[in-house]
């Protein structure tokens, strides 16, 4: 009965975080998945990012992200352009989790 229990935790740990959204931020561009450029306003973006607070609270590529302390547990690593024209996609940073999303849906198998 115990072990029965232990298999049901694994598959429900196992399927739960496949939909997260786990972001790592790298130090080389040539180590990153993807390069974000961080935009000044909502319209710029094509993805609205909200940045939570725990795994379990991350999306399915719905603009909830949780930040990883290392790269084995990402799903995408990321690395922080310094320009617009450099990057493969524009984020903006949201107060709501909400307010989370694509603008840009065309972008939106960047992060799959």
Same mark, same amino acid.
């Given at each position: 009965?115990? /072990?029965?229990?232990?298999?049901? &935790? ?14 790592? *931020?790298?130090?080389?561009? *040539?180590? &990153? ?10 319209? =710029? ?20 992200? @949780? @930040?990883?302390?290392?790269? /084995? =547990? *990402? ?9 617009? /024209? ?13 307010? &989370? ?7 939106? /198998?960047?992060?799959?």
């Amino acid at each position: 009965m115990k /072990s029965f229990f232990l298999v049901v &935790a694994v598959f429900f740990l196992t399927v739960g975080s496949m939909n997260a959204q786990k972001i790592y *931020s790298v130090d080389y561009s *040539s180590q &990153a998945d993807v390069k974000v450029f961080v935009v000044d306003y909502e319209s =710029q973006c094509d993805l609205k990012v909200y940045k939570v607070d725990y795994s379990s609270q991350a999306g399915d590529n719905d603009g909830k992200w @949780f @930040f990883v302390d290392y790269e /084995s =547990q *990402s799903d995408k690593t990321i690395y922080f352009v310094d320009y617009e /024209s450099q990057a493969d996609l524009k984020i903006y940073f949201v107060d709501y989790s909400s307010q &989370a999303g694509w603008k840009n849906s065309s972008k939106k /198998s960047i992060m799959y």
